[in-house]
């Protein structure tokens, strides 16, 4: 069973638009952090955004920000006045405390996003 | 800014030669980690080093292994290439626990 899921494969936008992207999880760990990354058509992978599961905090970066439902297991990346330069893919990802030494990130299957002007 | 560095760009390489990927980031991270991508773009994980130890994922075929000489280096060894094999290899640094930071990757192709 995928422990990541974005259900969303593709998604387009206008330039100046607000998207939001979703994502679930499933875990059983008390303590783990949500992770979204971007990557690049150079094929960089950039970190965007986290989210600590025992933070209440709305976590904020620029023009992205999370909603983030715990009791859901599921948490949005909000991107607002999309610009073309957005279009990208974006993976949302769990870290878990595996064992006391190990920890594990899994990624979800990403979606991609293209702006237009 | 790129701060964890990947070389070589890109690899081309016969089956059965050995290749070796090298990794250094400037971030003074504590755990590195190497992923293989596929054609899809999934990123799964092959090896984590944190504090001198090893954390091997177990899907992992024998002929690759890591190679640390610090904890700012994670190099990446192919014994013997299989065909199977042709990815695109990623590097990435992180403060344990915390969002990894990712090398622009490795592209081997296996003939």
């Known amino acids: 069973a995928q422990k990541v899921i974005q259900v969303w494969s593709t998604a387009s936008r206008q330039e100046g638009e607000e998207l939001t992207l979703d994502c679930s999880y499933e875990?059983?760990?008390?303590?783990?952090?949500l992770f979204w990354y971007k990557h690049l058509l150079s094929g960089e992978m950039v970190f965007l955004i986290r989210q600590m599961s025992s933070s209440t905090a709305k976590e904020r970066s620029g023009r992205y920000s999370v909603v983030f439902q715990k009791s859901l297991k599921s948490i949005s990346l909000v991107i607002s006045a999309l610009q073309p330069d957005d279009s990208g893919k974006y993976f949302c990802?769990?870290?878990?405390?595996?064992?006391?030494?190990?920890?594990?990130?899994?990624f979800g299957s990403g979606t991609r996003l293209q702006v237009y002007a | 800014e790129t701060a964890v560095f990947q070389t070589p760009n890109y690899h081309v390489t016969q089956v059965g030669n050995e290749v070796s990927f090298n990794c250094k980031q400037t971030?003074?991270?504590?755990?590195m980690y190497w992923y293989k991508q596929d054609s899809k773009k999934l990123l799964k994980i092959m090896f984590s080093y944190n504090n001198k130890q090893l954390i091997v994922n177990e899907t992992v075929p024998r002929r690759f292994s890591p190679q640390s000489s610090d904890k700012a280096h994670l190099n990446l060894r192919i014994k013997s290439v299989e065909p199977e094999d042709s990815a695109v290899y990623l590097c990435?640094?992180?403060?344990?626990?915390?969002?990894?930071?990712f090398g622009p990757g490795t592209r081997l192709t296996v003939l």
């Open positions: 971030l003074g991270h504590d755990t």
């Open positions: 990435a640094s992180s403060y344990w626990g915390y969002e990894q930071y």
């Open positions: 875990t059983s760990q008390v303590l783990y952090h």
């Open positions: 990802a769990l870290w878990e405390l595996v064992t006391q030494v190990v920890g594990q990130l899994t």
